[in-house]
């Protein structure tokens, strides 16, 4: 299984994310995780991304679109994955199925995980994590809707979209993927 995590900053895109592994035994490609390590380990991309991400901007896509091939290829992705803060755009949703049609692959699912604006910042401004700023949790979430929700209407199309309440428990919200993962 393939699948794609949508959803605003702190609509429990990570927490899904790790859940859906757990219980599918694929691999979590986390791509704001991952970017915090590089950013902690002093790599080159860390280096780039770290203004960026410091500014709650979305790092350029060629250097992300680059990356997440990186991860696509690794041993552990062919048999399945859960991709989680990529894409952002519907450019790198378009990219992303052009990279799985190089390795053979397609994307199972985008599972969006609707969640109203107030609960999103709430939730986000509720975590500790560095870049977790009021101002930059505010312009995460002004990003989403100007560059993210593009990306409902290319899955739609596709008809690749799951839409999910994402403002319940995390425990009804897994319950729910998983009904209609079983069921589509």
């Known amino acids: 299984m393939r699948l794609v995590i949508v959803g605003g900053s702190g609509s ?35 280096r780039f991304a770290q203004p960026y991400m410091a500014t709650g901007e979305l790092v350029p896509d060629e250097v992300i679109i680059e990356f997440i091939l990186t991860q696509l290829k690794q041993p552990d992705a062919k048999r399945g994955w859960v991709l989680e803060g990529y894409p952002r755009t519907a450019f790198q949703a378009e990219e992303l199925d052009f990279l799985l049609d190089q390795l053979g692959q397609q ?34 979430v002004e990003l989403f809707y100007d560059r993210t929700i593009p990306i409902l209407e290319y ?6 979209l799951l839409t ?3 403002d319940q428990s995390p425990e009804m919200v897994l319950h729910s993927i998983m009904n209609l993962l079983s069921v589509c």
């Open 12 to 46: 429990g895109k990570s927490t899904q994310a790790q859940k859906l592994c757990s219980q599918l035994e694929i691999p979590l490609i986390a791509t704001g995780e991952l970017l915090r390590q590089a950013i902690a380990n002093f790599t080159n991309l860390g």
């Open 107 to 140: 994307l199972t699912w985008a599972i969006y995980l609707q969640v109203p604006q107030a609960v999103m910042v709430s939730r986000a401004l509720g975590r500790s994590l560095p870049d977790d700023q009021p101002e930059i949790v505010q312009r995460r």
């Open 155 to 160: 899955y739609d199309r596709r008809r690749r």
């Open 164 to 166: 999910i309440n994402g």
